[in-house]
């Protein structure tokens, strides 16, 4: 008989163990969906398309017209690479807020191209390029070009 108790009160001692281990575990689950539902991209934000980290302008590139051509130019970005870029008619051309023509192009204006990459020709064909009328050096650098102004009077070679 005693031996009967002691089988009966382990199973139950352990029933009681497992429900309270299910519990625990579902709570858990719970707890951490309603953080997920918090955050919802949370865990997608170091997750790239084939594994590596996009490049800056990727899909586009800021430079300075080097050569034009018959619907398509050349832009010089700031470490000297050369970049072909291809104009159709549904591509958007705008100085300032006017739009422009792909004949008002001239070299040595500052533009901004975006786009997307032809892999056949190795260029980026444009959906919208704007011309910079009046390129500011420090912009593409820093919001704040003149927090440190001594600092930048010491290095007067920094843009």
């Given amino acids: ?4 108790q002691t089988v009966l009160l382990g199973l139950g001692i352990g029933i009681g163990a ?3 281990l299910l519990l625990v575990f579902f ?6 969906s309603k953080r997920a539902g918090l955050f919802p991209f949370w865990e997608r934000r170091h ?3 084939n594994g590596f980290v996009p490049n800056r302008f990727g899909h586009g590139t800021v430079g300075t017209i080097d050569t034009v051509g018959e619907n398509t130019f050349v832009v010089k970005d700031r470490s000297g690479a050369l970049k072909t870029i291809l104009v159709d008619e549904k591509t958007i051309l705008r100085r300032d807020r006017a739009e422009i023509k792909f004949s008002d192009l ?13 892999e056949q020709e190795g260029a980026i064909k444009a959906k919208a390029v704007r011309v910079i009328t009046e390129f500011i ?15 930048r009077k ?6």
């Fill in 1 to 4: 008989m005693k031996n009967k």
């Fill in 18 to 20: 497992a429900i309270v």
């Fill in 27 to 32: 709570s858990g689950v719970y707890i951490g």
């Fill in 47 to 49: 997750i790239y398309q």
């Fill in 106 to 118: 001239k070299k040595d204006e500052q533009v901004i191209v975006i786009g997307e990459p032809q």
């Fill in 137 to 151: 050096k420090d912009a593409t650098r820093s919001a704040t070009p003149n927090m440190f102004p001594k600092f």
């Fill in 154 to 159: 010491d290095f007067p070679s920094l843009p």
